[in-house]
């Protein structure tokens, strides 16, 4: 059920920035882990980034170590995902979710996560 909102994408060309947000209207999410994942054409669900609820342990995967950080402000209720050196491949649908089963892996499918959004298109060209 999608109750977070995803905002910051956009149009970029290669090597730029972005700022992803999400917000959790009228939902407390202080104990929950944090996941970005993302949908591009024709592919799976894929991770992101990732935070447990005190903001002191993340995840990436290995493309993207080194180019993106997630964190987390729990008295705004916010997530955060900072993209650096955006490649053309990071181009697709971001979507913030939270967990609150303690589980440190991602699953298959945004509909297994307790809440997710509407999810914010990221395009990077060339």
């Known amino acids: 059920q999608a109750q977070l909102a995803e905002s910051g994408g956009g149009l970029v060309q290669a090597g730029d920035s972005l700022r992803l947000s999400c917000a959790t209207p009228g939902r407390t999410m202080t104990t929950f882990t944090m996941w970005w994942l993302r949908y591009a054409p024709a592919k799976v669900c894929e991770l992101v980034a990732a935070v447990k609820w005190h903001g002191a342990r993340t995840s990436y995967p290995d493309s993207a170590k080194g180019r993106s950080t997630i964190s987390r402000d729990n008295a705004k209720n916010t997530v955060y995902l900072q993209m650096n050196s955006l490649k053309p491949e990071d181009t697709a649908v971001y979507y913030c979710?939270?967990?609150?089963?303690?589980?440190?892996?991602?699953?298959?499918?945004?509909?297994?996560?307790?809440?997710w959004g509407q999810g914010t298109q990221v395009t990077v060209s060339l």
């Open positions: 979710a939270a967990d609150s089963s303690g589980r440190w892996y991602a699953y298959t499918t945004l509909d297994e996560y307790d809440y």
